[in-house]
């Protein structure tokens, strides 16, 4: 059980992340272990940008972008501990993805819940294991790097 129960609203999402519509990939978080796990979430509507040509006739969430929303719910695993102040001054990047698989389509009307455990940490570098989830079953998972960089 996470050692913080609290709901994260969109609100503190964007008040972390740079991130906005329409890439801001996450829509609140239900809980969050400091230093060790995040558990995020995003409710996939019909009027996503990308379900325009990805694919008119049968839509389907890009892979790309389920990996998007678990290094956006890494980034706020990380940069969510930092003093509002901090966090002004920094960045997050995506460095690499290693193990990616894609298990199950996600498709509008699907909620993604992801499930990020940090794996190995220094200052300023992060290695991440992290599952997309709908209705418990895989959709996509991976292990990805990030560094933590000044604006």
Request: net charge positive; glycine share 6%.
């Amino acid at each position: 059980m996470s050692s913080d129960t609290k709901t994260y609203d969109i609100g503190w999402v964007t008040s972390v992340l740079p991130h906005r519509y329409p890439f801001l990939m996450l829509d609140r978080v239900l809980e969050i272990d400091p230093g060790k796990r995040i558990v995020a979430v995003k409710s996939v509507t019909i009027n996503e940008p990308f379900f325009q040509g990805h694919f008119p006739d049968h839509p389907v969430m890009p892979g790309v972008l389920l990996i998007e929303g678990m290094a956006q719910s890494a980034a706020l695993l990380l940069m969510g501990e930092l003093p509002e102040k901090e966090r002004r001054k920094k960045l997050f990047y995506f460095a690499s993805i290693e193990k990616a698989y894609f298990r199950r389509p996600v498709v509008p009307g699907d909620q993604v819940r992801y499930e990020i455990d940090i794996v190995r940490r220094r200052t300023r570098f992060c290695r991440l294991s992290g599952k997309a989830l709908v209705d418990g079953e895989i959709a996509a998972e991976g292990i990805c790097s990030s560094a933590v960089v000044d604006r």
